[in-house]
């Protein structure tokens, strides 16, 4: 099972789309399991405060690092910082803890990284808010376990919950046993970005929209030529 930990402000945002679907049938089949630590339960201030302005100058204010280190140290709360290691030390055993770092200046997340993600135990992923983390945040998080750094999409977010739920997505999605079968994982067979299903034509508006013959044909081979194509 993969444990992932969402640092967020806004659990509420997220466990709405955790809990549903394949993902959320993960979580209750103990696949994964889904925790949620607020930087905001961290602060030293009756305020709740976790913002600040930024050195420097600038437009908005910007998360204060220790409230997220806490929150995520808290997270890895279980793990030894002996046994936090980025590839297995030996065959059979796991992997442990990666810490997930959001940036629009970061790695574009690939399936490539999904599949490596996966091997981890533990997924600690870090969502900011306003104008970003205090910088200081991501150094010392470097002290408690490897930091992976990842964008999601080419677009600039409110937040990282978006990305954090499209990262818990696409990982859980790989594991074993969670699609039914491995080959529901697309890029793992011949696939194109077109799929249809009954009825074979729709009737819309006085024209007719139709189901290409290649695929009623039952010729795999003519159909794995098609897609592709396609």
């Known amino acids: 099972m993969i ?32 925790a949620y630590q607020n930087p905001r339960d961290f602060v030293e201030n009756k305020w709740g405060k976790v913002d600040e302005r930024p ?33 297995k030390p030996h065959k059979g055993a796991p ?12 790695k574009q997340f690939t399936n490539k990284d999904a599949d490596a993600l996966a091997k981890y135990s533990d997924v600690v992923l870090v969502c900011g808010r306003y104008e970003g983390i205090d ?6 998080l470097k002290t408690l376990a490897p930091v992976k750094e990842f964008a999601v999409g080419e677009a600039v977010y409110t937040g990282g919950e978006v990305p954090a739920l499209a990262i818990v997505d696409a990982v859980t999605r790989r594991l074993p046993g969670v699609l039914g079968k491995d080959a529901s994982v697309e890029e ?3 696939a194109s970005s077109a799929v249809y299903t009954r009825p074979e034509t729709i009737l819309y508006k006085k024209k007719n929209y139709r189901v290409p013959k290649v695929l009623q044909t039952g010729h795999h081979a003519n159909i794995d030529a098609w897609r592709k194509k396609k």
């Open 3 to 34: 444990r992932f930990s969402i640092i967020t402000l806004f659990s509420e945002a997220c466990d709405a789309y955790l809990s549903a679907s394949i993902v959320g049938r993960a979580r209750k089949e103990k696949k994964i399991s889904v």
């Open 55 to 87: 050195y420097g100058g600038g437009p908005g204010m910007v998360m204060q690092a220790l409230p997220v280190v806490k929150a995520a140290a808290k997270a890895l709360k279980t793990l030894t910082r002996g046994t936090l290691v980025s590839r």
């Open 95 to 106: 992997c442990r803890a990666v810490v997930v770092w959001f940036s629009p200046s970061g």
């Open 135 to 140: 910088e200081r945040a991501k150094k010392i």
């Open 188 to 190: 793992r067979r011949i």
